[in-house]
């Protein structure tokens, strides 16, 4: 698990078909089977050397985030998990991206569009993992979402770069989906929201 809390900005550094290497500056020591958040998304490390580790793809990840449409050198954020007993600053962000937005106005005041299936999944106040960043709702509406970014969020993540029209990756909170799910099945719903 994941709090959303970004470690440091790091980039695509290669790919060769599901292989992706990422370069995390100044870090030097992975651990296959490890797993690193890479714009939200929870990814295993197969294989490192110096700062680059390298990771497998596959294709459900490929259709749910932007992973695939990165252009080498592209920049993303990056995460380790969270150890027992570290403290939780975030929210609980598991890595399991539910799909991508476009930005419609950046930073401070990001706006993101969605498909609206998951406009249950938002409330005022609640949590959004944009990037991979842990972001507090301050407005919303169909099929959008918006965060206030402060600066240090924007100097120390890659949500200070986006511009409209870029894509990002989307994980709403695990709580809300637990609790639509309940409601769904409650009200005879098949397949959840």
Known sequence: MFTGLVQTVGSLAARDGGRFAFRWPGMTSFEVGESIAVSGCCLTVVGS???IFQADVVE???SKTHLGRLAIGAAVN???PMAAGDVFGGHMVLGHVDGTGRVESPAPRLRIS?????DGY???KGSVAIEGVSLTVADHGPG???AAIIPHTAEVTTLGGKRPGDEVNLEFDVIAKYVARMIDARLGEPGGR
């Not at 969605?114 to 998951?118: D, G, I, L, R």
């Open 78 to 80: 990056l995460e380790r």
């Open 122 to 124: 938002v409330i005022d």
């Open 114 to 118: 969605y498909a609206s299936e998951f």
């Open 49 to 51: 050397e110096g700062e």
């Open 60 to 62: 459900e990840t490929l």
């Open 144 to 146: 959008w979402v918006e």
